[in-house]
């Protein structure tokens, strides 16, 4: 049984709808330690056979048989196998792949196999050795002559010890000297036990092997014997592999590095976008802490106001009961409920001056101890005065009002919607920092002023404190998912804190909204990504083309693309950072400067938000381009140009 055997192989061509035959029944036997060469003109079938011997081909009829074992059905992975265990090729014009050093080319087809990563360089170093190479083997491609080109790629050729070499015109593109020592090479080869087949048009190259086989428009019309195969010598083959994930990936950086200064541009241009994303959410995190800040450098931030929710004005309506304050107490993390009062309005005399206090609001444990700037928290009778305020009475030593009765005078309703003045004389028991016109009595204060009219005093309001800072939000949520009878909101949150969560609100909506708008220029980015990895591809078609003849799978060929997107990626989003870290300790110390607050909070979260999204549009962008490349024929490849 012959190691290789051609059934009957029939192939045409058609070109609109009309068949133009190419092969017209070939049937040939080939065996280990012959050196063949395939003789006849341009447009006789040579390199259409070769394509089929190759496993580049599976478009024929007829069958081609490996030690008896059809190949015509085999699948396509079956085929890349076949490749990258049986076949070596030596093509016309080297096709060895630019951005890899010499050795690196030899090594694509040993890192398919299952040779270690030292067997692999080791083996690599003793086939440049072999044709003469070794000292060169640091260099690329373009720095090599014809002749040591076509020497690195019979190397390659053997790199994975396969059972047959194919050469496609191999010295075609060499002088006479360069010749005669490929020749002489592919003789070693033959003599070592392997099956070469050369395709030629040169009588001098046919007449060094061992056979030729003359072809001439499709058919044999020869087949000649010059002299006996070189004897064989049973030998282990090298275990062969799929080339791994990280070998694509460290193909894939060795790309970029080559084209550093174009993917430079690429992934400073792609960096813009994410750095926009990440400033802006920083940004709008900080805005939102130094208003948070301001805040609740006045008030407890623990503390919450909750009054009824309700649009009526009547005061039984507005009223806060005990068994309000029994329902909030239930609340998980609510470890205090205090009832408050607050109105609008009162008349304010001292020493024969008379002004109107916009707001009279009760104490809580709401208020901050510091914000009292002389003084201390009122007793029943007492009252508290906001600086701006007490300024009306005395302006150049509102101080001095601390200890002095004043007279307020409150205007309430009877039991018959009628006004009732309440005037009480009450001593200012200190100064807060406030600029308006406030005052604050405590709790019993107001409702012995109610009490003296004999009027029902009902509390409006109600003062929530929280455990811990951290369970302020879910608290709230709970009291505004609380429900009256009717199915409707019972409580609203009133006060500071209740314009805090709004102002959050806003300001992380405008900021998000701000985000968005920068990340218009990340479509951009992903816009550039398809752009290049396209050209990229149309770029490197004869490089898939030699991957796929090496034995190189589809779905390899995809990953080469997704991780060139991914480095993109992952190195536009680390510069996007580096520029934020830049910006925000800039912004940052201005801010400190002069506001005493950091303004650009970026968090870890925000940073592994754009590696990922960075990421994440890059591996979208290449799904296109990268599926494109893994479709392409290897044999128009391989003659693209």
Do not use: W
Not at 207 to 215: A, L, N, S
Not at 564 to 586: C, R
């Amino acid at each position: 049984m012959s190691f290789l055997e051609l059934q009957d192989i029939h192939k045409s061509y058609k070109m609109n709808k009309t068949e133009f035959p190419v092969l017209k029944g070939i049937s040939l036997k080939f065996d280990r330690g012959e050196f063949v060469s395939i003789l006849g003109e341009s447009g006789g079938g040579k390199t259409t056979l070769m394509n089929i011997i190759g496993g580049l081909d599976a478009q024929y009829e007829g069958d081609v048989l490996l030690n008896g074992k059809s190949l015509h059905n085999a699948s396509t992975k079956q085929l890349d196998s076949y490749r990258r265990q049986t076949i070596g090729f030596i093509f016309q014009n080297f096709n060895l792949i630019s951005h890899l050093s010499i050795l690196d080319n030899v090594m694509v087809s040993l890192q398919m196999t299952k040779l270690s990563r030292k067997e692999q360089r080791d083996r690599a170093t003793a086939l440049l050795d072999q044709v003469g190479l070794k000292e060169h083997r640091h260099k690329h491609p373009n720095q090599l002559s014809g002749g040591q080109k076509q020497r690195v790629a019979i190397a390659r050729a053997l790199a994975s010890d396969p059972d047959i070499i194919i050469a496609d015109e191999p010295t075609g593109a060499l002088d006479s000297q360069n010749t005669q020592e490929i020749l002489t090479l592919m003789d070693q080869i033959a003599a070592s036990g392997k099956l070469v087949i050369c395709v030629t048009h040169s009588q001098e190259v046919a007449d060094h092997g061992t056979r030729i086989v003359h072809m001439a428009d499709g058919v044999i019309d020869q087949d000649k014997h010059l002299k006996d195969p070189f004897p064989v010598t049973d030998h282990a083959e090298m275990a062969a592999k799929h080339l791994g994930f990280g070998a694509m990936v460290k193909m894939a950086l060795k790309h970029m590095r080559y084209n550093f200064s174009r993917n430079l541009l690429i992934i400073f241009g792609a960096s813009i976008g994410i750095f926009s994303v990440i400033l802006m959410l920083g940004l709008g995190k900080g805005v939102k802490g130094y208003i948070n800040h301001e805040i609740y450098s006045q008030i407890k931030p623990t503390a919450v106001q909750v009054a009824q929710k309700t649009s009526s004005e009547d005061a039984k309506k507005l009223a806060v009961t005990d068994s309000d304050v029994s329902r909030l107490k239930q609340l998980k993390h609510v470890k205090k409920v205090q009832l408050g009062f607050y109105t609008q309005g009162a008349q304010v005399q001292y020493a024969g001056t008379s002004s109107t206090a916009q707001i009279v609001q009760t104490v809580t444990d709401q208020m901050l101890a510091k914000s009292i700037k002389k003084g201390h928290q009122p007793a029943t009778g007492q009252v508290l005065i906001a600086k701006g305020f007490a300024q009306k009475f005395n302006k150049k030593h509102p101080y001095k009002l601390i200890g002095k009765k004043v007279k307020v005078s409150i205007t309430a309703m009877d039991k018959n919607h009628l006004p009732v003045v309440m005037t009480k004389n009450l001593t200012v028991s200190g100064v807060t920092d406030g600029s308006g016109g406030q005052l604050q009595p405590n709790l019993q204060t107001v409702k012995n002023l109610y009490h003296g009219k004999k009027l029902t005093f009902r509390a409006n309001f109600a003062t929530v404190m929280i455990d811990s800072l951290s369970n302020v939000t879910s608290v709230q949520d709970k009291i505004k998912g609380l429900k009256n009878a009717q199915g409707k909101a019972r409580y609203q949150l009133t006060g500071a804190g209740a314009i805090v969560s709004t102002l959050n609100t806003y300001i992380q909506l405008a900021f998000y909204v701000l985000a968005g708008i920068a990340g218009i220029s990340l479509l951009v980015s992903a816009i550039m990504i398809i752009v290049v990895l396209y050209i990229s591809v149309s770029e490197r078609t004869k490089e898939i083309g030699i991957l796929r003849a090496l034995g190189v799978r589809k779905r390899d060929v995809k990953n080469l693309f997704l991780s060139e997107a991914f480095f993109l990626g992952l190195f536009s989003s680390i510069l996007a950072l580096a520029f934020t870290e830049l910006v925000a300790l800039f912004a940052n110390n201005l801010a400190t400067k002069y506001i005493g607050y950091t303004i650009v909070e970026v968090t870890g979260n925000y940073l592994i938000f754009g590696i990922v999204v960075a990421v994440v549009i890059s591996l979208l962008a290449a799904l296109a381009p990268s599926s494109r490349a893994a479709k392409l024929d290897p044999i128009e490849a391989l003659a693209y140009e």
